[in-house]
């Protein structure tokens, strides 16, 4: 079975443009998390998106936005960028069930903003 | 969401038995306990999931007491490849994982 995947793996943008990530989860995960990390914030928690819906949001300005197809495959989107904004940003997907709290990782998007 | 309170850091020689102790004091009754562990620039990854007394699996053993407010993860003679950063966390399947600062484990030859 094919891993969470993610594109693209690196990217480098200037302060005030915008970018867009993409997450394609494993097969049959409707659900689809978000995670920004940085050294000094570690893992934080941007947002969750379920059968095309934002079920959670973490603690994140505007700017941060994300959406979820009907193929459950979701994009986030980062608007004028910030020089703060240069993280990890890592995609996860899950069955989103009562009984498991298990959830597989892409390998991330190194987002680096000069 | 029930928050977690884990050593910063531990260090171990190779071979030995590593048990990292995870304290969740408000942990709800339907809440599960999960550890992930993770590796410089890669994405965290799924270790052991329990929700009371002991879950075993081929990486790990998870040990949860009664009263599920604390669990200890134990990892059977770590190697250099286990030195990495190991978090806790509490929720149930329909909340968002939320992850703390994590123990980081220096395994040393």
């Known amino acids: 079975k094919a891993g969470v995947t993610q594109t693209p793996r690196y990217l480098i943008k200037t302060r005030g443009q915008q970018v867009t990530l993409s997450c394609s989860p494993i097969?049959?995960?409707?659900?689809v998390s978000w995670y920004q990390q940085t050294p000094g914030q570690g893992l934080q928690f941007l947002f969750e998106?379920?059968?095309?819906?934002?079920?959670n949001k973490g603690n994140f300005p505007g700017r941060f936005s994300g959406r979820q197809f009907s193929n459950s495959r979701s994009e986030m989107n980062v608007s004028t960028l910030e020089l703060g904004d240069s993280a990890l940003y890592l995609c996860?997907?899950?069955?989103?069930?009562?009984?498991?709290?298990?959830?597989?990782f892409g390998p991330g998007t190194r987002l680096t903003v000069t | 969401l029930a928050k977690t309170t884990q050593p910063i850091s531990m260090d171990s020689y190779e071979g030995q038995e590593v048990n990292i102790t995870c304290s969740h004091n408000?942990?709800?009754?339907?809440?599960?306990i999960t550890w992930y562990q993770q590796f410089p620039s890669q994405g965290p990854r799924f270790i052991i999931q329990?929700?009371?007394t002991k879950v075993t699996n081929e990486v790990a053993s998870l040990f949860i007491p009664a009263d599920r407010k604390s669990s200890t993860l134990s990892l059977p003679r770590v190697s250099l490849s286990d030195t990495a950063v190991y978090y806790c966390?509490?929720?149930?399947?329909?909340?968002?994982?939320?992850f703390g600062k994590g123990t980081r484990l220096s395994v040393i030859a």
């Open positions: 996860a997907s899950r069955l989103r069930d009562s009984t498991t709290y298990e959830q597989y």
């Open positions: 097969s049959g995960h409707r659900s």
């Open positions: 998106y379920f059968s095309e819906t934002q079920r």
């Open positions: 408000n942990i709800a009754t339907n809440d599960y």
């Open positions: 329990g929700y009371k």
């Open positions: 966390l509490v929720g149930s399947g329909n909340t968002p994982l939320v």
